[in-house]
């Protein structure tokens, strides 16, 4: 997972073409630190995507923007439009993740 370090390098992932997920999390995120363990298997099973972790205390304007109010939560980016999200205040699991990934891939990807 790709951790950036400003929001140049941020803003770099948003219309380079990749499919990206951002996952938007806090350290002091109890649901955040329980599917933090399993992220690594949620790439490994999802090679298309490209995993970009965003603080969202640190990126708060962002999360505004992009209307983040309950973390954790997962935005896909293809060629800078948004394709899917999985935002609310609830728990993930492993298996909801994977499950919303395999939904976006069947979508096809931007034109």
């Known amino acids: ?49 490209r995993f970009i972790q965003v603080d969202r205390d640190a990126y708060l304007d962002l999360a505004k923007e992009w209307d983040i109010y309950g973390i954790p939560s997962l935005v896909v980016l293809e060629k800078g439009q948004e394709i899917g999200r999985l935002v609310n205040r609830e728990r993930k699991t492993k298996g909801q993740i994977n ?13």
Do not use: Q
Not at 6 to 32: H, M, P, Q, R
Not at 99 to 111: M, N, Q
């Open 99 to 111: 499950e919303f990934l395999a939904s976006i891939r069947e979508k096809g990807s931007v034109k």
């Open 1 to 49: 997972m790709i951790v950036p370090v400003n929001i140049e390098e941020l803003a770099s992932y948003v219309n380079d073409g990749e499919k990206t997920v951002f996952f938007f999390t806090a350290d002091w995120c109890g649901d955040c630190r329980f599917i933090k363990p399993f992220l690594p298997e949620i790439e490994a099973e999802n090679l298309d995507y």
